[in-house]
C-alpha cells in the first residue's frame, strides 16, 4: 500500500549546524503534510505543516518543503540546538479524511 | 493550549486481562484517534472517531475495540491482552484543519 517513510533512521548533527530531514511520500492525492518531533517519554508534537498548493512554508528556525513533482519532503532546521534531539516524524493526509499516516521517523542527535 | 491527557503513563497487565485505557481532550474536537507506536514502525492509527457514538477501524483494529459517549472522551479497550499488545499507546484529537495534538503516551506492557 501507499505510505510515508523517510530517508533515514538516524540523523548527528553538530551543534550550531543545519539540519536536513527528508521524507518520501507515495500518495500524489495526499494535499496536507505535517512534521511533527518526538522527545524521549513524550507525545509528538506539531512544529510545522504545509498544504500541497505551497512548495515552501517557514516558521521559527524551520523550513518545511514540498516537492509534489518527486513527492518528497523535507525539514530544514537553522542552527541546531541540543533541545532539537528527537526523533521527527512527517505525516500526510489525503483530500477529505482528517486521518494521518505517519513515517517511521528520524532519529536526530545533537553533537556539542 | 490543547490539552490531551491520557489515564495512565505505566501499565502493566497480565495476558487475558481487559485493559481500558483512557483519553480526554479539552478543545470540544471532533476528532479523535487512537495509535500505537513500535520501533521502526512509527505511528499505527487502530481506531478513529469522528463525533460521539461513532468510530471507524484503523489500519490495524484487530485485538481491539472503543467507545466515545462524550465528545470530549475516547476509550480504547483491548478485550483480552496479549503480549504482542505490548506497545507505546497514543491518543491524539484533532479540529477540521487536519492537525492533530497527542497526549503523552500511555506504554503498557503485556506479560
Known amino acids: 500500500g501507499e505510505s510515508v517513510g523517510l530517508h533515514l533512521p538516524t540523523l548527528s548533527v553538530q551543534e550550531g549546524d543545519n539540519s536536513i530531514i527528508n521524507c518520501a511520500y507515495s500518495?500524489?492525492?495526499?494535499?496536507?503534510f505535517i512534521w511533527y518531533k518526538q522527545e524521549s517519554g513524550k507525545g509528538p508534537q506539531f512544529i510545522i505543516d504545509i498544504r500541497s498548493n505551497m512548495d515552501k512554508r517557514q516558521g521559527q528556525r524551520v523550513t518545511v518543503l514540498l516537492n509534489k513533482t518527486v513527492k518528497h519532503l523535507s525539514l530544514q532546521i537553522a542552527a541546531t540546538q541540543p533541545g532539537d534531539s528527537a526523533v521527527y516524524f512527517c505525516a500526510e493526509n489525503i483530500s477529505n479524511d482528517y486521518k494521518l499516516s505517519f513515517g517511521a521517523g528520524t532519529t536526530v542527535t545533537v553533537r556539542a | 493550549d490543547v490539552k490531551v491527557t491520557q489515564s495512565s503513563r505505566y501499565l502493566v497487565k497480565r495476558t487475558g486481562e481487559k485493559v481500558f485505557l483512557e483519553c480526554v481532550q479539552d478543545m470540544d474536537h471532533e476528532n479523535m484517534f487512537w495509535y500505537r507506536q513500535d520501533p521502526g514502525l512509527g505511528l499505527r492509527l487502530i481506531y478513529f472517531s469522528y463525533d460521539v457514538k461513532m468510530k471507524e477501524k484503523g489500519d490495524i483494529p484487530e485485538g481491539y475495540s472503543v467507545s466515545r459517549e462524550k465528545k470530549e472522551r475516547f476509550s480504547l479497550i483491548l478485550e483480552s491482552a496479549s503480549t504482542n499488545q505490548t506497545s507505546m499507546y497514543l491518543c491524539?484529537?484533532?479540529?477540521?484543519?487536519?492537525?492533530?495534538?497527542f497526549g503523552p503516551g500511555t506504554r503498557l506492557t503485556v506479560t
Open positions: 491524539a484529537s484533532s479540529d477540521t484543519s487536519g492537525e492533530q495534538y
Open positions: 500518495n500524489s492525492a495526499s494535499d496536507y
